[in-house]
């Protein structure tokens, strides 16, 4: 697999640069300053990874410009303890042979700026989605192509090891292009790190798998899937913050799903289907992100083709959703966005426009307004919060 290089650091320099990035972190003192990661497609104007700077009080947005050259890093994933960050994309190796990739990235704490540290195979091709488990110690990817999920050790210095687990999913459904066979595009970890859940596009299922954090291997669960209507498309995954709930985008059908969770036995039972599109959209669409605000009393989801934000409220003792309504992203193909941490804000990743842009949320009612700030990346397609840390004393 062929290695991007973020920064040229070699030797004693780069032993310094990873001595800052592992220090300690403290309360930062910028306050409501954010960094910003834009996850891209390279290949034509975009290099790799950008940095933004974000303003949580005043919705301000500013572009830093490239953090780290690395081919594809098209969905990111942040470590919960430690200034790393973990990106899957596909990669070409010294024969021109496209293969998929996790790669693993120290932030450096003065200035955001990113170092690649290693690649792993991703042991699949196309992979779509990354995350890392509660504990730290390992990283999952979905494979998109391949149909299949994979679990990677995380090393004492950041770096990743070699897959200790790979799956390979088996099913199709009846959607007679996209859904031939297994395309697993999202793994999600629950809070408790017991439980790792696979959307797959192809199968209609989310796959239940039982989590072993020491060893980092994946065991099928007892029921092993949660089943979507024929023809759903499961996407992404979000769990509610009491943990009691879960939601799914569907892709291909424009919906969301909400099941009850049983966090004990990591069940999944399906409570509701709704639509994210307005009853009058007769065009093209597909769904791509789903996220939960903090609260848990708001919902969000993105679509593609009507290029909007769909907003739902979530009765918080069933898990129902009520629909908001839609707001125009302010670009086209709005393949990702994310909440910032303090709640007030989404910002959303337009594909197709190169252009992310941010939105106020209305408090109350959870309603999205454009807040004028927008900031040109070439082909946006994953937002990730980081908060500047500090060098420990």
Known sequence: ?????????????????????????????????????????????????????????????????????VENPSFLALHPSKPLLYAVGQMRDADGQVGGAV?????????????????????????????????????????????????????????????ACHIQHEGSSVHPQRQQGPFAHSVTFDAAGRFLFAADLGADKIFVYRFDAERGVLEPNDPPSATLAPGAGPRHFAFHPTGRFAFTVNELDNTVTAFSYDATMGRLDTLQSIGTLPEDFAEQNTTAEIRVNHSGRFLYASNRGHDSIAAFAIDQETGRLTALGQTPTGGRTPRNFNLDPSGRFLIAANQATNNVVVF?????????????????VP???CVLFVKPVKQGR
């Open 103 to 163: 790669s693993a990235i120290a932030i450096n704490p003065g200035d955001g700026r990113l170092v690649l540290l290693n690649t792993q195979s991703s042991v699949g091709r196309g992979p779509c989605h990354v995350a890392v488990d509660p504990s730290g110690r390992h990283v999952a990817v979905a494979n998109y192509s391949g149909g299949s999920v994979a679990v990677l050790p995380i090393l004492e210095d950041g770096r990743l090891g070699e897959a």
């Open 360 to 376: 106020r949320i209305d408090q109350d009612n959870g309603t999205l307004e454009a807040a004028g700030q927008e900031v040109a």
């Open 1 to 69: 697999m062929r290695t991007s290089q973020c920064f040229c650091v070699t030797g004693v320099l780069l032993c310094l640069v990873l001595h800052a990035a592992f220090a300690a972190p403290e309360t930062d003192a910028t306050g409501s300053l954010w960094w910003v990661y834009i996850g891209t497609y390279t290949g034509g104007d975009s290099e790799g990874i950008y940095l933004l700077h974000f303003d949580a009080e005043s919705g301000l947005l500013e572009k830093k410009g490239l953090a780290c050259a």
């Open 379 to 381: 082909t946006p397609v």
